[in-house]
């Protein structure tokens, strides 16, 4: 059984495309389970929710997509020197979306839960404890991750929030960051994907990157006059 997932697209329509077609090249798969912060940032949100919606994908819950329900900053997340960017950012993309996607976006599960002959698959886009979770990090301590992550009974817990692919081996289950397609840590062009393989033996777990032209992004930016904000720079 071979899943693929990831996370964190921000409205980036151009990486979401590119990691879309690289996901065809992979072949067969059981399921793509997308793990929420699906278009607030990007230039073209709504084209982005409507590509999301065509390929009939798994689609999770972020603390983005929550704060697009909410119509401000509800998890306080951003600096103070950034935050009235945020909240016009918010705005702006709630007008982008209209009232029947942001009902769908808001309405969207928190996780992805599946059996496999190696233990269960647990998706979700921060935490079992919550979407804006932040106990998973590389920087988190053992403590912090047990607090986070233990007692789910799932083999693999795969989630986004971080930006940042990497494995992390517990005495509870593997977790896995699968990054963000279209706001990397690094600024770069280049978006994130992860396969999950189950075997009789075991979870492989493949991190995978492709990178997409940022000049789409970058146009469609300014032809819909969308508001400048900290992570602009990153997702376009």
Do not use: C
Not at 50 to 69: K, V
Request: charged share 20%; proline share 6%; glycine share 10%.
């Amino acid at each position: 059984m071979r899943f693929a997932l990831f996370s964190d697209i921000h409205g980036n329509l151009t990486a979401l495309r590119a990691v879309a077609a690289a996901i065809d090249r992979a072949g067969p798969l059981e399921a793509v389970v997308v793990a929420g912060d699906l278009v607030q940032g990007g230039p073209r949100p709504r084209e982005t929710w409507e590509y999301l919606i065509e390929h009939g994908w798994t689609l999770l819950r972020g603390n983005e997509d929550e704060a697009l329900g909410a119509d401000r900053i509800i998890h306080g997340e951003y600096p103070p020197r950034f935050r009235a960017a945020a909240v016009a950012q918010i705005t702006w993309t709630r007008k982008m979306l209209g009232g029947e996607v942001l009902q769908r976006l808001t309405g969207l599960r928190e996780s992805f839960r599946v059996a496999t002959p190696a233990g269960d698959l647990l998706v979700v886009h921060s935490s079992p404890r919550g979407t804006n979770d932040r106990r998973g990090g590389q920087h988190n301590s053992a403590r912090e991750v047990v607090d986070g992550y233990a007692g789910t009974g799932a083999a693999v817990i795969a989630f986004g929030h971080f930006h940042s692919n990497f494995v992390r081996a517990t005495a509870f289950g593997l977790l896995v960051n699968v990054a963000s397609v279209g706001l990397p840590l690094d600024g770069q062009p280049i978006a994130n994907f992860t396969l999950a393989t189950a075997t009789s033996d075991g979870w492989i777990i493949e991190q995978r990157q492709v990178p997409y032209d940022r000049g789409d992004e970058l146009a469609a930016a300014a032809r819909n006059e969308m508001p400048p904000w900290p992570a602009s720079e990153a997702t376009s």
